[in-house]
């Protein structure tokens, strides 16, 4: 069966603190996604990777940085915590091609306070 | 991308068929119509894509317009766990990175 995982499902970080999101699908996916929900501006993509050590800015990449050292994991990186990035941040994965529909993890609830 | 509009809630009595609209009449030839659900806390689901041809898997069935201008996505036997928000997309080939753009979608309640 497909799986998405995400580290945490729900976060509470400080103003200024570095923040790791990690992310680890288990289907040999080629792309993985990250993408920030929020009521009333839908589903938002930060950034994507479509192979190890390659990454590809998305709509809203300010303030993030992600890494790929292994194909399965993906990670989003917070460098500094702010309170506006208080979110739902949510992982995706696809195999490589263009209509593949992707999966996604169960999400990660992150506050910033 | 072509831009969708779908109504911002619907009901539906268990055990009956959940038909959910769906206006995408700017759409292109070679762009495939998807739909996705996201129930409560969770992650967002794939249910089904189609061209043009009516489609039907496990989940549901899509139904899509001669013109293409619109579809309908059929939940044939709905139950509670069914109740969740319901995304309309409309993607093309070399769409920068896969990337999916979620809109409002529509709020399905199912009621007992």
């Known amino acids: 069966d497909v799986k998405v995982t995400q580290s945490s499902r729900y976060l509470v970080k400080r103003t200024g603190e570095k923040v790791f999101l990690e992310c680890v699908q288990d289907?040999?996916?080629?792309?993985m996604f990250w993408y920030r929900q929020d009521p009333g501006l839908g589903l938002r993509l930060i950034y994507f990777?479509?192979?190890?050590?390659?990454?590809e800015k998305g709509d809203i990449p300010e303030g993030y940085s992600v890494s790929r050292e292994k194909k399965e994991r993906f990670s989003l990186i917070l460098e500094s915590a702010s309170t506006n990035q208080t979110s739902m941040y949510l992982c995706?994965?696809?195999?490589?091609?263009?209509?593949?529909?992707?999966?996604f993890g169960p999400g990660t609830r992150l506050t910033v306070t | 991308d072509a831009k969708t509009t779908q109504p911002t809630s619907m009901d539906c009595a268990e055990g009956r068929a959940a038909n959910l609209p769906c206006n995408h009449s700017t759409i292109s030839g070679n762009e495939y119509v998807y739909w996705y659900r996201q129930i409560h806390s969770q992650g967002p689901q794939y249910i089904i894509h189609g061209l043009k041809n009516n489609e039907t898997n496990e989940m549901a069935s899509l139904i899509i317009t001669e013109d293409r201008k619109s579809s309908t996505l059929i939940l044939p036997h709905a139950t509670l766990r069914d109740t969740a928000v319901y995304y309309c997309?409309?993607?093309?080939?070399?769409?920068?990175?896969?990337?999916?753009?979620f809109g409002g979608g529509t709020r399905l309640m199912v009621k007992p």
């Open positions: 997309i409309v993607r093309g080939p070399n769409n920068a990175g896969n990337m999916l753009t």
């Open positions: 990777s479509y192979d190890v050590k390659m990454k």
């Open positions: 995706a994965s696809n195999q490589a091609g263009d209509f593949n529909e992707q999966y």
């Open positions: 289907m040999d996916h080629e792309n």
